[in-house]
């Protein structure tokens, strides 16, 4: 059920950016409603996946992707439509994509979990776009949400570097002692 999920997540991802395209304040809030139910599939997919002892490969692989394609077409879109900067999305893009590249980096030496400062990301970041896509919300707002899901993207980036660096100090004492 959580692969099904995953799978679902990916697949509404090209629906969530065409109704965002099409003008009408009820395609917005259908490309918001569209936007927040993937998201929350995103964290049932996870719930069930642990409660039920269904973690698979395909689940560690598919899901973090899943998730990449729904913020990152978001954020792609919103950008293109005007209503956030680019310096933002691209920001945000290179933080996932270098952390991405960072965990296979070190996975000869070990796994990278998840961290707790990760998920916040993902919610702020979620909460952010939420935000952009409603159509009456003020700027500021939107600007502080987004400010806020910027500080934290940026610092959890930071963090893994430190967590890939240390690893690899622990591997290589491993081996050398």
């Known amino acids: 059920m959580a692969n ?13 950016t065409v109704f965002l395209f099409v003008d009408g304040q009820a395609w917005r ?37 899943a998730d990449k394609a729904l913020i990152g ?7 293109y439509l005007g209503e956030i900067p680019w310096w933002i999305t691209l920001v945000i893009i290179a933080r996932e994509a270098g ?14 979990p998840a961290s707790y400062g990760g998920k916040v990301k993902t919610v702020l970041q979620i909460v952010a776009i939420a935000l952009y896509i409603v159509p009456v919300v003020p700027d500021l707002v939107r600007w502080g949400a ?3 899901a910027l500080v ?5 980036g930071a963090d893994y ?6 690893l690899r100090q622990v591997a290589r004492s491993a081996r050398a002692g």
Not at 99 to 112: D, E, S
């Open 161 to 166: 570097v430190v967590r890939a660096v240390r």
């Open 29 to 65: 809030l259908a490309a918001l409603g569209v936007f927040l139910l993937a998201s929350l599939t995103d964290q049932l997919d996870g719930w069930l996946a642990r409660k039920y002892a269904l973690v698979t490969d395909f689940g560690k692989i598919a899901d973090p992707i």
């Open 99 to 112: 952390v991405t590249l960072l965990r296979f980096l070190v996975i000869r030496h070990g796994v990278i």
């Open 73 to 79: 077409a978001a954020l792609l879109s919103l950008s």
């Open 4 to 16: 099904v999920l995953t799978i679902a997540r990916l697949a509404i991802v090209p629906v969530f």
């Open 146 to 148: 987004m400010g806020l």
């Open 152 to 156: 934290v993207t940026v610092g959890t």
